[in-house]
């Protein structure tokens, strides 16, 4: 398949993977599950990592999340700052950086031992105990984080971020350092296509309406200004990382996660976009 774009520089430890590396692996609510090429291979998930954390605030705050927080895709970049000025220190949604650093204090907030609990509860979800941070693109991320600086400190102007931003940001670069493979991450994913409960220990992870909502967001900024182009070629909610992976979930059917490290202008996995759009418009397998 046709590749194209550039691997994420901006993260020096990103930058040295090996472009060439393609993944996809499918899971299915009725436990089936493929994989093909760098499938089992553990890469930096970065900001699809955002919605773990979302969906691990959702549980804990509830819907009043969802007043620090807003639902509107924002037509901007992962990382703009423009619409925090006019929105007076509430990001439009939860999966901009402005709003993953949001959802980072709440959770800084309400957890005794953040680092340790948000790792705790994404082992807990599908019983994987491997999956971990790295501190490598962690401290990585961190030496050249002027532009999350600027976003905490300016929402923090606003009064809409409680604790330091040094604690807040380094717990944010801590999410974004995850490592997972596509197998991992399509099982992670499963409980977002099943009602928000596991598909094995059926223990839920969200309410059936709370699952429905996390959906809902990521069919609408999962890709920022380009979470249009990504439902009218692929017809999934899904979210992506500046890693190059992707996951996508068909509610009642499937999670499939894809990793192809080169990126397009909008900081999408070029190949993966490419592969999700073959794979739903073959398979008709999109909720459209
Ligand atoms: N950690 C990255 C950042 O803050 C996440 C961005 C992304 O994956 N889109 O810039």
Known sequence: MEDQGEVASYIPELAKVDPANFGVHISTIDHRHFGSGNC??????QSIAKVLALVMAYRIV????????????????FNSLVQLETDRGIPRNPFLNAG???VSDILLSKLKNPREDFIAFVRSITNNTSLDYSRRIAQSEKEVGYR???????????????????DVLDFYYDLCSLEMSC?????LFLFLANNGCDV?????VLSESQSKRINALMQTCGFYDESGDFAFKVGLPGKSGVGGGIIAVHPDQYAIAVWSPRLNKKGNSYRGMKFLEEFTTRSELSIF
């Not at 971020?161 to 040094?166: D, G, L, S």
């Not at 094995?200 to 839920?204: I, R």
Request: aromatic share 10%; with cysteine; charged share 20%.
């Open 40 to 45: 089992y291979d553990k890469f930096s998930i």
């Open 100 to 102: 993953a650093i949001v």
């Open 200 to 204: 094995k220990s059926k223990n839920p």
């Open 183 to 187: 197998q991992e991450l399509s099982g």
């Open 148 to 166: 999350n600086v600027a976003l905490c400190n300016f929402i923090k102007s606003f009064g809409q971020i409680n604790n330091e931003p040094v």
């Open 62 to 77: 509830g819907d009043e999340i969802w007043n620090r927080v807003g639902v509107e895709p924002s037509g901007t970049a």
